[in-house]
């Protein structure tokens, strides 16, 4: 199996380095210079560009962030081939999976994943939903490596649907969390309320709620944000506002910011 991943960050490297680990040979390129010295203890290819990372790949797969899935998608289309299956994981909005599709141009299979886990841990063996024609093809290829494919509808769409619908409860979850962490510990009522929730819905481990999820939006806010924008524009794309969706990634990325600055 012949594999290339168009984004090298932390979601390409991961995905990268387990594929490899499952006896898939690999091919990675980024737009930002990486680090020669990983990509040869991952044992991938370092592709200088789109091109030289798709030949010869039975499968691509886009691992950008969610503001560049329609870019990586433009860049890589003039060097795919016919018989080559393009996939996008991003976190976007079904409108911006059809646009993907839409600018790898006519004679380009095309399969969008909705990842409904967090990758870090799991990596590949994370759940994922599919959809497209070649959606079963993908699963029945990228499953026996330890890919945990589930093909739900031919249509595209209906897969990045079902996660940015989740998103919005996790995310937004998220988002509450690291408010009731600052204003619990200003105010001093942390253990009062974290007692109340548990009564009120005792199927939720609150205390390790609190405990978690404000270092996940610490380290992924930026990336987060991006999602929620693109669970607005879904919003918007069905006639619903999303100004939920915008106000939860403004959250993320503030507190992400707040926290980098220390």
């Given at each position: ?227 929620m924008r693109e669970a607005a524009l879904m919003l918007e794309d069905i ?24």
């Amino acid at each position: 199996m012949m594999l290339a991943l168009i984004g090298y960050g932390e979601v390409g490297q991961l995905f990268a380095r387990q594929f490899v680990q499952a006896g898939a040979s690999v091919a990675v390129y980024d737009v930002k210079p990486a680090d020669p010295g990983l990509a040869a203890k991952d044992r991938v290819r370092l592709a200088a560009s789109p091109q030289g990372a798709v030949e010869g790949a039975q499968i691509v797969i886009s691992a950008v962030t969610a503001d560049q899935a329609i870019a990586a998608a433009r860049e890589t289309a003039p060097h795919l081939r016919p018989g080559q299956i393009y996939v996008d994981l991003n976190s976007v909005s079904p409108s911006t999976k059809r646009a993907v599709a839409s600018a790898l141009g006519e004679g380009v299979d095309f399969v969008e994943f909705a990842v409904m886990s967090p990758v870090a841990g799991l990596g590949i063996a994370s759940p994922i939903l599919a959809g497209g024609a070649k959606a079963e093809a993908v699963a029945v290829r990228l499953n026996p490596l330890g890919m945990k494919i589930d093909p739900v509808s031919a249509e595209i769409g209906v897969a990045s649907a079902t996660k940015l619908c989740r998103s919005l409860v996790i995310k937004g979850l998220e988002a509450i969390m690291v408010d009731l962490s600052l204003a619990g510990a200003g105010t001093g009522v942390t253990e009062g309320v974290l007692k109340s929730l548990a009564a009120s819905y005792p199927g939720m481990d609150w205390a390790q709620v609190l405990k978690t999820m404000p270092g996940r939006v610490a380290q992924h806010g930026v990336r987060r944000a991006a999602e929620m924008r693109e669970a607005a524009l879904m919003l918007e794309d069905i006639g619903l506002s999303g100004a939920f969706a915008q106000a939860i990634a403004a959250r993320h990325e503030a507190y992400a910011a707040q926290r980098r600055k220390g």
